[in-house]
């Protein structure tokens, strides 16, 4: 997590703070992370825990990173959407204007742009209910086989009629990557009902730049997904540096 060390950092702040030991949460070797922050918020509760993530994620005191900038004055996008927590989007695009929507109160209208946090925006959020944090927390919000959940349904919206940029996911990410498959399954059944035909709006994702061997393949890879990479590389405060389309 840029500017804030891992989740796995963060998690370890979040035990020390609230002296939990990791074998409280960590049971087994493969409990994933969604499944630690769970048993950690079962623990010590709603409050306590995301008053300590809004300490932790606390962008007071850090300029805004370039690539947010950046993102935001890319002309042809609509929505520039984050699965980040923390404030450095909302900022800057507050000082440009854009207005700022957080699930799960998405709201998207297509004749302005919009800033969009997709999984909860930490500083305003008033419970763990209104981030998607938990294992519990990424069902409810990525539940496979409906678009009937709140960003299931948002997410639709975006890839259907918007020029969007994509900030805090990885290529990797499953529940992001399912989604996508599953829209582009749905696009070319429309496409297969119909005698005319768009071209769906370009998607763009921020990704930290592969290796050179793999950069060819990465491409080709998010090409069959219909994403468009801007790749970055890590200065060395950790910021997003050196962006190429």
């Not at 900022?91 to 004749?111: E, F, Q």
């Not at 090409?223 to 990479?229: D, S, V």
């Amino acid at each position: 997590y840029e500017h804030f060390g891992s989740w796995q950092d963060l998690l370890t702040q979040a035990l020390k703070r609230h002296a939990v030991p990791l074998s409280a949460v960590k049971w087994r070797a493969a409990t994933s992370l969604p499944e630690q922050f769970g048993i950690l918020i079962d623990k010590v509760g709603d409050y306590a825990f995301l008053a300590g993530l809004k300490i932790d994620l606390d962008t007071s005191a850090i300029p805004i990173p370039l690539a947010y900038d950046t993102a935001l004055r890319i002309p042809s996008a609509r929505v520039v959407s984050t699965f980040n927590y923390d404030d450095f989007l909302a900022k800057a695009s507050l000082r440009l204007g854009i207005k700022v929507s957080a699930y799960p109160d998405i709201r998207i209208r297509l004749s302005e742009r919009t800033t969009v946090y997709l999984h909860g925006r930490a500083s305003t959020a008033s419970s763990c209910h209104q981030l998607v944090v938990t294992d519990d927390d990424y069902t409810q919000a990525y539940r496979v086989g409906t678009l009937g959940t709140v960003l299931r349904e948002h997410l639709a919206v975006l890839m259907t009629n918007c020029i969007t940029v994509f900030f805090g996911t990885s290529f990797s990410d499953h529940d992001f990557s399912t989604f996508v498959d599953s829209m582009n399954q749905h696009r070319n059944e429309m496409d297969a009902l119909t005698l005319t035909r768009t071209a769906p709006p370009d998607r763009f994702i921020f990704l930290e730049a592969p290796d050179a061997h793999q950069l060819a393949h990465t491409r080709k890879a998010l090409q069959r997904k219909r994403l468009r990479p801007i790749f970055y590389k890590r200065g060395p405060a950790g910021d997003h540096e050196h962006l190429q389309s």
